[in-house]
């Protein structure tokens, strides 16, 4: 099983603010990486897919980066819509896998 | 619009059986694998188990292989989840989750159903 590691496990950002999250696979996942945004009481919401691709309706600020098994979720500019929990997911190999998500929290 | 819609959980006592749907429309259900993924109260993300747009391909986490049953019926745009032996480590809430083409992400989610393992 592919183990999906993110950091931090917490990110206090001010709005207005650059966050930058890190995803890490225990092996290569080549380009099969995808960020979901999660919040309270809410169903997960698909931001990214192929590492870089926009899912449909995600704004600009949201982009996608790496390859093999270091992976980043950058939100160029935080807005107070952003603060939620993101979550990495894996689909190169099964079983599927998730890393254990980043809070974003207002700083 | 896609819609997926969830039900079929509650309270089961360990060693119970329990079976949950996910009634969908808006696409093509035939054409798209579809999954389950769960949530633990006050935890991450965990798939559970994916199935091929035709049926004829499952997939299970290793957490609920040989339990749990993964099924559709495509004249009814629906998929189920049966679930048989079940634990309190099952506890979560169960997603119903779209995979858009043959690479398994997930790109509509339902609103999820509580199932919730207790004597």
């Known amino acids: 099983e592919i183990v999906m590691t993110q950091s931090p496990a917490t990110l206090s950002v001010s709005p207005g603010e650059r966050a930058t999250l890190s995803c890490r696979a225990s092996?290569?996942?080549?380009?099969?990486l995808a960020w979901y945004q999660q919040k309270p009481g809410q169903a997960p919401r698909l931001l990214i897919y192929?590492?870089?691709t926009r899912a449909t309706g995600i704004p600009a600020s949201f982009s996608g980066s790496g390859s093999g098994t270091e992976f980043t979720l950058t939100i160029s500019s935080l807005q107070s819509e952003d603060f939620a929990v993101y979550y990495c997911q894996q689909y190169n190999n099964w079983p599927l896998t998730f890393g254990g998500g980043t809070k974003v929290e207002i700083k | 619009e896609v819609q997926l819609l969830e039900s079929g959980g509650g309270l089961v006592q360990p060693g119970g059986s329990l079976r949950l749907s996910c009634a969908t429309s808006g696409f093509t259900f035939s054409s798209c694998a579809m999954n389950w993924v769960r949530q633990a109260p006050g935890k991450g993300l965990e798939w559970v188990s994916g199935i091929s747009g035709s049926g004829g391909s499952t997939n299970y986490a290793d957490s609920v292989k040989g339990r749990f049953v993964i099924s559709r019926d495509n004249s009814k745009n629906t998929l189920f989840l049966q679930m048989n032996s079940l634990r309190a480590e099952d506890t979560a809430v169960y997603y119903c989750?779209?995979?858009?083409?043959?690479?398994?992400?997930?790109?509509?989610w339902g609103q999820g159903t509580l199932v919730t393992v207790s004597s």
């Open positions: 192929g590492t870089f």
């Open positions: 092996q290569s996942v080549s380009s099969n």
């Open positions: 989750a779209k995979t858009p083409s043959s690479h398994y992400y997930f790109d509509y």
